[in-house]
């Protein structure tokens, strides 16, 4: 069921007029106890009123008269206004110059004050477009309009019943509003920037203020034909006519519209009816300016004061007439204006003067039109010259910065004019200066051929700069020479003695920087700066920003390269310190090349070069230098401690172990020949084992690997075939100093070892005994004394490593235990047990010294490691040894042989080796808990000890041989190492050397010191010559020379294909010797006449020579090939293949 609706009553809605602010919009206002809002009024009649006026704009737009009386009698505002811009209908009459519209507009009630949101009224709307009729309206219907500005502060008031819709294209009208009209610009201005003359006169005539000004401060006057059309052309205003009652085609963004938006983008076109000024009528510019000027218009004036060496214009202003007319190019505006007064010393805004205007845009017929006129009356200056050397807010003149434009044409004419060439600007900037930072060396020479510029070629700016410094930092070498030739002085110095050379050292000018070391009157050695550059000399510079080139030619024109920067942040380093620093490599190479003794000079804190570049992780960097002879043994202090050079590298640079690998591979060089060739060499050099020489010690470098601590980094390089081999030859030459030692130590046990036999089992009161006891008593002090001398010589240079060794404290043991035998009285018990265990030491001792020697160390040492890893298991199952332990002596209850807990654990320790099950159960027979309980025991002992944990120790023991080896290896050449340097220490001794005879000299240094590089031949026969290098050996260099390289398949290729090119050599000259064997026998067959057997024989050796010709042939293309081949691979490996070394005839120290 459908209920009935009750009637509703409508009544019309009286009308109220509302008015409200711009933007506010109709609104009411509710409010209640909690909170309150704003609803907005729109109702049916105010969207009705906002389409009309909406339709209003766009017919207004569109010229169309009749819709406007429509519109108009329906209701419409004549008042109506877009909502973003308040442009109204009657702004765009008057800019439109439709007087009848207008008309009807002001007779309908529109407002002739009415401003838009910019605060322009229509008045201003039709000044700008130059519509006469309109404005004349306008101001006859309102006279005080003829002089009224934009004012910002008016707030456009607009009832909404003026206001389009909201859905109207705001955007057309938008782009109405003319952007370079400035705030407090009257209608006079607005014409005069448009050039309308017509409007410019219906202004004057109806009273216009020629000496108002706009928000700028710039009267009519000043800114006249400031935005004068492109063409040169302004509008000539004709009188608009009567009603353009016209049904145009003009829509909304139609191309009326367009015509709009050109007369408010500065590019006034023809509008309506207007018509152009003829090209030969004087120009309306011209018109507007006299007219202004009989109305009382006056010009700027400009007041140049000079203060602190500055200048300072008192009268600047955003723009004059001048400026305008020097920018349209108006030359007879130009000269109308400098007849009347106009000063070309008057400031724009941007501080230039008419004269610098014109050099900026390049014009030339206004800076002539300039220079030509009589400035008499230009603040009183006269003269040519003071117009010519006018200055802009900067202080320079025209022909300043038409130099530093680079503009021939007005160079020239302002030279001409007489402009000073010695005039500085505000920052002391000659003419010269600005040429010589151009780098144009023609525009250059021509000012320096002016006699006044001799007076300003030392002059400095206020960076103390002179004009050749300026040349330098242009790094422009013409203009720096010809400075050179004119007498400019290449010995200047700015504040900090910051040089000719440190400039172009800073900025990388090798060129520069070699003709400046040409000049004798500069002195390289002792150039440096000392404050702006930090202390450093143009060297120091050009190392720490890595300028190659500028290094190369500082250094050959002599440069120190041992001078110390007074940089506190560089601590007094040495140019290869901050190249070193940075990282730059190329740098480094030149300066080590130039002079190696640089990698020994060290800073404030004694470091050197080579610390540096490791305490900045630059890998490159130490590699050079440790390839130029840096020592990495070289030690440091920190705040750590004492650290050498090998030390850094591990902390700093990243995978240091395999860096130093690389690094010795280097130093393993095989010639050109592939290693399976007799003419095959691979040169092994010490020089970074031995960066000293043959004079200094030899095994620092080692003794820093042992004392580094770091088990990985012992192993892979102690194995290194370049140390190993090394190591072979330096025991060669000290093994006659082990041979001593060893006596010693063999002399000090069999003392020691008689001695407590003497004492302490020969008891006897024998005078034979003790005579013997006392000769080997002094026997074991006699080899006691020099022992103790070694080892701490020993500890003191081996440091860490001595500490840690496990050898060092039997050593010491030995010594301790061995004195006190040899002192204390034997009569007493206790020193028994003391000779004991000495006497077990020594030999001990005797047997680790025995690991020293190559042949018979190794298995010394492995048996070490073996009984290490034994001890390590005990140590781990100590648990289960316990457990037995206390198991047996409580269930046996401490009987034999478990009768006390030292006994117990000595026994459990016996049965891991020989059970004696017999003994421990033999007279237990009977079945009974005792008896069920021991041998559960038992048996549980014999599964979890005997085969459980011994079988686990023996495997743990040598489970792997490989690594074991090499750990036995590794440990026999650091043993070897250790004691060698304990040798070295001797025999590089000075105070030795001096007490020995002058005849043993040569034969000491000959004996101590192993040769600086070996050869070894691979495809050599193995021969028996003791000093060859054995056979493992040189296998290991070899097949570290194959495994040195990451891609082994090239060197491969490069190897087979040698060994293939000297077959194929072989087999060509097989072929070739059967070409002269087939043609031989060819020419004896054909002078023979025996016709069929020889004739077939011919043919015979004819197709034989063709197949053997071809043959040849494909092996030169095949040869061509491998050859390009090999050199490619050579290429990838350029640190193998070098040419072999050139030993001048002299006999190699050590050719194997």
């Not at 108002?212 to 205003?237: I, W, Y």
């Not at 890595?546 to 007074?566: I, N, P, R």
């Not at 034989?1104 to 491998?1122: C, D, M």
Request: glycine share 6%; with cysteine.
């Amino acid at each position: 069921m459908y209920s009935l609706v009750p009637a509703i009553q409508l009544e019309e809605v009286p009308f109220i007029e509302r008015r409200f602010s711009e933007d506010a919009p109709s609104t009411i206002s509710l409010s209640s106890k909690d909170s309150s809002c704003h609803i907005t009024q729109r109702k049916r009649h105010d969207r009705r009123k906002e389409r009309l006026n909406t339709e209003l704009l766009g017919a207004v737009m569109e010229s169309s008269f009749n819709d406007v009386v429509r519109l108009l009698d329906a209701g419409a505002s004549p008042d109506a206004t877009c909502r973003p811009s308040r442009v109204s209908a009657l702004h765009i009459a008057a800019l439109k110059g439709d007087c009848t519209t207008l008309r009807e507009l002001l007779r309908s009630g529109a407002s002739r004050t009415s401003r838009d949101r910019a605060g322009r009224q229509a008045v201003h709307y039709a000044a700008w477009a130059g519509q006469d009729g309109t404005l004349q309206i306008l101001i006859r219907a309102d006279p005080s309009l003829v002089n009224s500005p934009v004012h910002p502060n008016s707030e456009p008031n607009h009832d909404m019943d003026c206001l389009d819709s909201w859905n109207h294209d705001h955007d057309q009208l938008n782009h109405l509003v003319p952007d370079a009209v400035d705030l407090l610009s009257t209608p006079l201005h607005l014409a005069c920037k448009t050039i309308c003359y017509d409007t410019v006169d219906l202004l004057l005539s109806h009273g216009a203020d020629v000496t108002s000004k706009d928000a700028k401060g710039l009267t009519p006057l000043d800114v006249t034909g400031l935005h004068a059309p492109q063409n040169g052309h302004a509008k000539s205003s004709g009188r608009s006519k009567g009603q353009t009652n016209k049904k145009n085609s003009l829509k909304q963004g139609s191309d009326d519209n367009g015509l709009l938006i050109r007369a408010f983008a500065k590019i006034p076109d023809t509008l309506g009816d207007k018509k152009l000024n003829d090209t030969n009528e004087e120009k309306p510019s011209h018109k507007i300016v006299c007219a202004l000027i009989k109305k009382g218009a006056k010009m700027p004036k400009g007041n140049v004061i000079l203060k602190e060496g500055s200048v300072i214009n008192q009268n600047k202003m955003p723009v004059t007439t001048l400026h305008t007319a020097v920018a349209n190019e108006e030359l007879d505006l130009i000269e109308c204006l400098l007849k009347n007064g106009a000063c070309l010393m008057t400031w724009n805004e941007n501080g230039e003067t008419p004269l610098h205007l014109a050099v900026k845009k390049w014009l030339t017929e206004p800076l002539k039109k300039m220079l030509a006129w009589d400035s008499g009356g230009c603040g009183g200056n006269n003269g040519n010259s003071s117009i010519v050397d006018v200055r802009d807010s900067r202080g320079r003149t025209p022909l300043h910065l038409a130099v530093l434009q680079e503009w021939p044409n007005g160079i020239a004419l302002l030279l001409e004019a007489g402009a000073d060439v010695a005039t500085t600007s505000n920052d002391s900037e000659t003419v010269l200066h600005l040429a010589a930072e151009r780098g144009n060396k023609a525009l250059l020479e021509e000012l320096l051929s002016i006699p006044d510029a001799a007076k300003v070629l030392e002059y400095r700016n206020h960076y103390y700069h002179t004009p050749l410094c300026r040349a330098v930092e242009s790094k422009h070498l013409p203009c720096v020479e010809l400075l050179c030739q004119f007498g400019a002085d290449a010995t200047i110095a700015t504040p900090g003695d910051v040089t000719l050379l440190h400039m172009a050292a800073s900025l990388d000018s090798p060129d520069i920087l070699g003709y400046l070391l040409t000049r004798e009157a500069v002195k390289v050695k002792d150039v440096r700066s000392r404050e702006v550059k930090g202390g450093m000399t143009a060297l120091h510079i050009a190392a720490k920003e890595g300028y190659t080139a500028c290094v190369q030619e500082l250094l050959h024109a002599g440069s120190d390269v041992l001078l110390e920067s007074q940089a506190e942040g560089d601590r007094r380093g040495s140019a290869l310190h901050l190249a070193a620093k940075e990282g730059h490599l190329e740098s480094v190479k030149k300066i080590v090349k130039h002079d190696c003794s640089t990698l020994e000079a060290v800073n404030m804190d004694g470091w050197q070069p080579l610390h540096i570049a490791a305490g900045f992780g630059r890998s490159a960097c130490v590699s050079n230098m440790l390839k130029s002879g840096a020592d990495i043994s070289a030690s440091v202090w920190d705040e750590t401690g004492r650290k050498t050079a090998l030390d850094i590298i591990m902390f700093c640079v990243p995978q240091p172990v395999d860096f130093l690998e690389k690094v010795l591979d280097s130093y393993m060089v095989v010639n050109d020949h592939p290693l399976s060739d007799p003419d095959c060499e691979v040169e092994l050099k010490y020089d970074i084992l031995a960066p000293g020489g043959r004079s200094c010690k030899q095994l620092k470098v080692l003794n820093a690997i042992l004392n580094n601590g770091n088990q990985n980094l012992q192993e892979r390089l102690l194995l290194h075939p370049l140390i190993e081999t090394f190591l072979y030859f330096k025991w060669r030459k000290l093994r006659i100093f082990f041979t001593f030692i060893m006596a010693l130590h063999v002399m000090l046990t069999l003392s020691l070892t008689i001695l407590a036999h003497l004492l302490y089992v020969e008891k006897g009161p024998s005078i034979i005994l003790f005579v013997c006891a006392e000769i080997a008593r002094v026997g074991l002090f006699i080899a006691l004394c020099p022992i103790i001398i070694l080892e701490i010589i020993n500890a003191s240079q081996l440091q860490r490593y001595y500490i840690k060794d496990s050898e060092s404290w039997v050593k010491w043991s030995v010594i301790v235990t061995s004195s006190i035998v040899g002192v204390v009285d034997p009569a007493q018990a206790w020193p028994r047990h003391i000779a004991a265990v000495a006497v077990l030491l020594a030999w001990i001792e005797l047997l680790f010294l025995l690991a020293r020697y190559p042949k018979w160390g190794f298995y010394v040492l492995m048996f070490s490691r073996v009984a290490s890893n034994v001890f390590k298991v005990l140590a781990t199952f100590i648990f289960l040894v316990l457990g037995f332990t206390f198991a047996f002596l409580i269930h046996f209850e401490a009987a034999e042989p478990f009768r006390n807990l030292l006994d117990s654990f000595i026994k459990v320790i016996v049965m891991m080796l020989e059970f004696d099950y017999e003994n421990m159960f033999e007279q237990f027979k009977e079945v009974n808990a005792f008896s069920v309980v021991g041998r559960i025991m038992f048996v549980s002992f014999v599964i979890l000890v005997a085969m459980v944990m011994m079988n686990l120790m023996v495997g743990l023991a040598v489970s792997d041989i490989a690594l074991l080896e090499t750990h036995g290896k590794t440990q026999r050449l650091a043993k070897q190492t250790a004691f060698l340097s304990l040798l070295e220490l001797t025999v590089y001794n000075e105070r030795l050397r001096k007490i020995l005879p002058k005849k043993w000299h040569k034969y000491l240094q000959k004996m101590r010191a192993v040769p600086q590089w070996t050869i070894i031949k691979p495809a050599s026969p193995i021969n028996s010559d003791v000093t060859d290098v054995p056979k493992h050996m040189k296998d290991t260099v070899l097949n570290r020379i194959w495994t040195s390289h990451k891609n082994n398949d090239d060197l491969e290729l490069t190897i087979s294909l040698h060994d293939i090119n000297y077959k194929i050599e072989q087999l060509a000259e097989i072929v070739h010797d059967k070409l002269t064997d087939a043609s031989s026998s060819s020419s004896s067959s054909s002078c023979c006449s025996k016709a069929s057997k020889s004739s077939e024989n011919t043919l015979m050796d004819k197709g034989t020579s063709s197949i053997l010709e071809e043959i040849l042939k494909e092996q030169k293309s095949i040869k061509e090939q491998l050859l390009s081949l090999a050199l490619k691979c050579n290429q990838l490996h350029p640190t193998v293949y070098h040419n072999p070394p050139s030993t001048n005839g002299a006999t190699h120290p050590n050719y194997v």
